[in-house]
């Protein structure tokens, strides 16, 4: 399979914890990366592979797989967190990208 | 600090080709795969091909047959053209290097690819 889908949308309180999910067949062979992208901005790396976080990002940032679907969690959501995030990996064959729809992360 | 910078003509006619160039600076450009994205107004990124260092290419099998991706390693540069562009080929395209990379013991890889510097991308117009 060639696609990952994600939750449209996803708000949190400040300083509470939540997570994006992303799900689709490929993720069993190959671990997701996450990126969170602000208005009028290109996308940043926020976590990859099982246990990555770029410099820069916040220990509050983590990921984990499970079977088919991999996971964001953002622990103590903070204002600046907002934005949308993506996914990423490639298809089950490895030879395309593929990319989530996108989660819409509002913190309340 | 790896940078890239996306550059080409911000306005392109229907049925034209689109061409566009991304620069590499601060790293080389080996065992890296580069790609071109794409983000319609208001929509989700999509992947529209990479060229990896070596030369082999891979293309988004809905834009397949109208994309080609080269690369000129003495430059610094890796470019996309489009061709028989319409208005829905009207986007914010961005460039992005991608690595790959593992974890794991031998016989129990898991990979990932992860996309670590893109450009700020550059807004493409079609229309006559």
């Known amino acids: 399979s060639s696609e990952l889908t994600q939750d449209p949308a996803v708000s949190v309180a400040l300083g509470q914890t939540v997570t994006i999910t992303c799900q689709g067949d490929s993720l069993r062979t190959y671990c997701a990366s996450w990126y969170r992208q602000k208005p009028g901005q290109a996308p940043v790396l926020v976590f990859f592979g099982k246990t990555n976080r770029p410099s820069g990002i916040p220990d509050r940032f983590s990921g984990s797989i499970s079977g088919n679907t991999a996971s964001l969690t953002i622990t103590g959501a903070q204002a600046e967190d907002e934005g949308d995030y993506f996914c990423?990996?490639?298809?089950?064959?490895?030879?395309?990208?593929?990319f989530g729809g996108g989660t819409k992360l509002t913190v309340l | 600090q790896v940078q890239l910078q996306e550059s080409g003509p911000g306005l392109v006619k229907p049925s034209e080709t689109l061409s566009l160039t991304c620069s590499v600076s601060g790293d080389s450009m080996g065992s890296y795969y580069w790609n071109w994205i794409r983000q319609a107004p208001g929509k989700g990124l999509e992947w529209i091909g990479f060229?990896?260092?070596?030369?082999?290419?891979s293309y988004n099998p809905s834009l397949k047959s109208r994309v080609t991706i080269s690369l000129d390693m003495s430059k610094s540069q890796f470019s996309l053209r489009l061709s028989s562009v319409t208005a829905a080929d009207t986007a914010l395209y961005y460039c992005?290097?991608?690595?790959?990379?593992?974890?794991?013991?031998?016989?129990?890889?898991?990979?990932?690819?992860?996309?670590?510097?893109w450009g700020k991308g550059t807004t493409v117009t079609v229309s006559s």
């Open positions: 060229i990896y260092s070596r030369g082999s290419t």
């Open positions: 990423h990996s490639r298809d089950s064959g490895g030879h395309h990208v593929v």
């Open positions: 992005a290097r991608e690595h790959l990379s593992a974890t794991g013991k031998p016989g129990s890889y898991f990979y990932y690819y992860y996309m670590d510097v």
